[in-house]
């Protein structure tokens, strides 16, 4: 185990029971993470250890207690040659909530403004301004222009 290895496990032990928001943030780009302004990270969210820098958040994002992060998935040794080990970027977009013990897995984007809600598992990508709940996650409703606060919806707007 290198230096790196050992310290990412550190920053990652302490990303989850710092008392301040911005302690867990620091930890978690500290160990990778790209993670944008205005960020809350909830106690004990848990994103990828050994492949941090494939995770990205974007800015006013909102992630619950417990939600887990996972950029990559290797099965046992048994099933490798069957299953293959999966590395792939997560991307969390700006104004995105994702909810309470929520699961993101490799290779999703939750799109600008999307809820992800309590308990949810995700498997495929989410499309901005939806609410997404469920194991697998399913759409459940488009987030029409009246249900979006004006702020977050005038800077939607305004981004090229």
């Not at 990270?41 to 800015?59: F, K, M, Q, R, W």
């Not at 999703?108 to 469920?134: L, Y």
């Amino acid at each position: 185990m290198g230096v790196r290895s050992s310290l990412n496990k550190i920053y990652d032990l302490l990303s989850k029971h710092l008392p301040s928001n911005a302690m867990r943030i620091g930890c978690q780009r500290a160990k990778g993470v790209r993670v944008g302004g205005n960020v809350y990270l909830a106690y004990d969210v848990n994103i990828d250890l050994v492949y941090p820098e494939l995770v990205e958040i974007g800015d006013n994002v909102r992630i619950g207690i417990g939600v887990i992060i996972l950029a990559h998935n290797r099965p046992s040794d048994a099933w490798l040659p069957h299953l293959g080990q999966v590395q792939e970027r997560v991307r969390i977009e700006r104004n995105a909530v994702i909810s309470a013990g929520a699961i993101i897995l490799p290779g999703v984007t939750v799109g600008e403004c999307a809820i992800v809600r309590e308990g949810t598992v995700v498997d495929k990508d989410v499309p901005p301004f939806s609410v997404v709940i469920g194991n697998p996650a399913q759409v459940v409703e488009a987030l029409l222009p009246d249900k979006v606060p004006r702020d977050i919806l005038e800077q939607a707007r305004a981004s090229p």
